[in-house]
């Protein structure tokens, strides 16, 4: 329930490392129900019971694990593959996200209700990855394989590496 639910905005470390109370992790459930968690009124109370028994305040805390910097950082490397110029044309493929994207992750693929930015995200470096994100989804994304054939794939990958994160003004 929680790789449904909530790994789909959240870290698992950002739900693990909690140590609340019954009635903070009820608090905290309902909130995200408010906002938008698509959890049915049943799936409250059994959440909030194993949220509250695996990660309470009285659970001790997970040691952290030293890794190298090297492991640490091998998942955001670029493959040397995707490297190379994409095939893929960026004005079809703004269309195509347009119309098969947009919805759930916004106009300017900087996020939406039901889907994450996906501006300069590390997997557009990673052609193989990519692919079979798109194709077999992940978590609640659905897999584009029967709606997007491979060419419209690099289309809409050659569209997103085109996106440029754009701070806030102020800051």
Known sequence: MIRDNCLFCHSEELVTGQKLSQAQ??????????????LSAEQV??????????????TP??????????RASAPYAPDPAAER??????????????????TCHGEGARGADLGPNLVEVPVLLRAAEYSAVVRDGRRR????????NADQEQD????????RYESPAGR
């Open 156 to 163: 809409v990958l050659a569209w997103l590496r085109r996106k």
């Open 85 to 102: 110029a994409i095939a893929g044309d960026a004005e079809r493929g703004g269309v195509l996200y347009r119309a098969q994207c947009a």
């Open 45 to 58: 109370a059994p959440l909030v019971e194993f949220l509250s028994e695996q990660y309470s305040e009285s």
């Open 141 to 148: 994304m659905p897999g584009f394989r029967l709606v997007l």
């Open 25 to 38: 992790w009820k608090a905290e459930v309902e909130k995200m129900v408010g906002w938008g968690a698509p």
């Open 61 to 70: 805390a997970q040691p952290f694990a030293r890794i190298s910097y090297e």
